[in-house]
Antibody, heavy 119, light 111 residues
Framework: EVQLVESGGGLVKPGGSLRLSCAASGFSFNNAWMNWVRQAPGKALEWVGRSKSKSEGGTTDYAAPVKGRFTISRGDSKNTLFLQMNSLKTEDTAVYYC??????????WGRGTLVTVSS | NFMLTQPHSVSESPGKTVTISCTGSSGSVASNYVQWYQQRPGSAPTTVIYEDKQRPSGVPDRFSGSIDSSSNSASLTISGLKTEDEADYYCQSYDSSNHVVFGGGTKLTVL
């Protein structure tokens, strides 16, 4: 069974940093593309960024609002995806989801972790 | 930038059929797969349609997806509406760089 479990959310002051984790199981994490998606309160889903599998270059891409502040990395030996968030702004307040498309499947989502940026 | 546009809200009566559209801003919606997600308040999104028209196991066949190249749009159709179908629905596809793109979401009210 595929499982994605996010952790690391919490309350942080503007300008601060936070590191989210996503523990993956039930599929070949090393060969999977992984995404971070967020949802601000009462707002639509918003793509944050992506990590390609190492076999396909392992590159990362980011949405414009977070580029230069957020960094996605993966610990393939521990099947974990990370999202390092620096220089946080109040508009980064959202539930952050870890997702994977997995070709030929419906795709999978975690339950999300809440990040609140407030003074 | 590639964008997907959905109606903000739709409403229909139980037992009826409703269709939610998802229109691409440029290029061809048919070039990349479209997924549809259902999200109930306080819960994570769940997939109701993937790869344009595939239904995950457990999703009733009242849910169907289609692509219309002439209008550059995808559609989610729900027939035999039930009150439990009331939720937010999001379409999702990819841009030319394979970045994930979401529609703005549609609030479905079943009354």
């Amino acid at each position: 069974e595929v499982q994605l479990v996010e952790s690391g959310g919490g309350l942080v002051k503007p300008g601060g940093s936070l590191r989210l984790s996503c523990a993956a199981s039930g599929f070949s994490f090393n060969n999977a593309w992984m995404n971070w998606v967020r949802q601000a309160p009462g707002k639509a889903l918003e793509w944050v960024g992506r990590s390609k599998s190492k076999s396909e270059g392992g590159t990362t891409d980011y949405a414009a609002p977070v580029k230069g502040r957020f960094t996605i990395s993966r610990g393939d030996s521990k099947n974990t995806l990370f999202l390092q968030m620096n220089s946080l702004k109040t508009e980064d307040t959202a539930v952050y989801y870890c997702t994977t498309p997995l070709t030929g499947t419906p795709g999978y989502w975690g339950r999300g972790t809440l990040v609140t940026v407030s003074s | 930038n590639f964008m997907l546009t959905q109606p903000h809200s739709v409403s229909e009566s139980p037992g009826k059929t409703v269709t939610i559209s998802c229109t691409g801003s440029s290029g061809s919606v048919a070039s990349n797969y479209v997924q549809w997600y259902q999200q109930r308040p306080g819960s994570a999104p769940t997939t109701v349609i993937y790869e344009d028209k595939q239904r995950p196991s457990g999703v009733p066949d009242r849910f169907s997806g289609s692509i219309d190249s002439s209008s550059n749009s995808a559609s989610l159709t729900i027939s035999g509406l039930k009150t439990e179908d009331e939720a937010d629905y999001y379409c999702q596809s990819y841009d030319s760089s394979n970045h994930v793109v979401f529609g703005g979401g549609t609030k479905l009210t079943v009354l």
